[in-house]
C-alpha cells in the first residue's frame, strides 16, 4: 500500500474529543464522587496550570483509579469543559443582579454600576478554585473555547436587552456591538489583573467602566433629535 501523500496527511482531521460527562450521578454517593473530582481537578489546576494537568494526576490527588474517574469523564478536557460551564454560568447570573434599572438613572450611577458588576465578577474568578486558569483554558485550548463564546453571546444578549430598554434611541445593533466590546474588555482587564497582582483591581475596573459608559453617553447624544 502506498504511503499517504501531505495532501492526504494535510486534509485528515484530528477525532473530535468528547467533552460531556459520561454519567450524571443520581445517587448521592455517586455524586459525591463527581463533585470531588471536579473540585480536585480545579485544586490541580491551580497548582499547576492546565499544560500539566492530567487525569492520572487528578486520580492520585482524589484517592481514585483511573478507571473511576472515566465512569464520569472521559479525558481532562471534559473536567475542563465542566468547570468552565460552572465558572461561566457564576459570571453570568452577575448581570441580573447588577444590570437593574435602577443602573440607568443617570451616567454615574451607570459607571457606579459597571464597576461594582466588574468587580464583583473579578471577585468570583478570584474565588473559584483554578478560576483564572479555567479562563484560560477557554481561550487557549480551541475545543473549550465554545465555552467561552457561548458565555459570551449570553451575555450580550442580557446587555443588549437591558440597554435597549434604557436607550431606545439608540440603534440596536450599536448596544449589541457595545455589550459584546465589553465582555471582551472584562475578559482582558480580568487577565490583565491576575497577571499582574500589583495592580489595582477597583482602578482598573472604574476605568473600564468609564470608557463603557462615556460612549453610551456619547451615542445617547448622538441619536437625539
Same mark, same amino acid.
Given at each position: 500500500m ?5 495532501r ?42 492546565f ?74 474568578t ?13 481561550? /487557549?485550548?480551541? *475545543? !473549550?473555547? %465554545?465555552?467561552?463564546?457561548?458565555? @459570551?453571546?449570553? $451575555?450580550?444578549?442580557?446587555?443588549? &436587552?437591558? +440597554? ?5 434611541e ?11 466590546v ?6 482582558? /482587564?480580568?487577565? *490583565? !489583573?491576575? %497577571?499582574?497582582?500589583?495592580?489595582? @483591581?477597583?482602578? $482598573?475596573?472604574?476605568?473600564?467602566? &468609564?470608557? +463603557? ?9 448622538e441619536?437625539?433629535p
Open positions: 502506498p504511503a499517504p501523500t501531505k492526504t496527511r494535510r486534509s485528515a482531521k484530528p477525532p473530535k474529543l468528547d467533552l460531556a460527562p459520561k454519567m450524571t450521578p443520581a445517587q448521592s454517593r455517586a455524586a459525591e464522587t463527581y463533585e470531588h473530582l471536579l473540585d480536585v481537578t480545579a485544586q490541580v489546576l491551580a497548582e499547576v496550570g499544560e500539566q494537568l492530567s487525569t492520572n494526576l487528578v486520580c492520585q490527588r482524589a484517592g481514585l483509579s483511573p478507571p473511576a474517574l472515566y465512569r464520569y469523564f472521559p479525558n481532562k478536557y471534559a473536567l475542563l469543559h465542566e468547570l468552565g460551564l460552572r465558572l461561566m454560568h457564576q459570571q453570568n447570573a452577575l448581570i441580573d443582579q447588577w444590570l437593574t434599572p435602577a443602573a440607568f438613572e443617570s451616567a454615574a450611577a451607570l459607571e457606579k454600576t459597571l464597576t461594582g458588576l466588574l468587580l464583583e465578577t473579578y471577585e468570583v478570584r474565588k473559584a478554585a483554578g478560576g483564572i486558569w479555567i479562563m484560560r483554558a477557554l481561550r /487557549a485550548i480551541p *475545543m !473549550l473555547q %465554545d465555552v467561552r463564546l457561548e458565555s @459570551a453571546g449570553e $451575555v450580550a444578549a442580557q446587555a443588549t &436587552a437591558r +440597554l435597549s430598554a434604557a436607550f431606545p439608540i440603534p440596536r445593533e450599536e448596544l449589541q456591538l457595545i455589550s459584546r465589553a465582555d471582551s474588555m472584562a475578559f482582558a /482587564a480580568l487577565e *490583565m !489583573l491576575f %497577571d499582574d497582582p500589583s495592580l489595582d @483591581a477597583p482602578s $482598573v475596573m472604574r476605568l473600564v467602566a &468609564a470608557s +463603557l459608559a462615556s460612549h453610551l453617553q456619547r451615542l445617547q447624544a441619536a437625539k
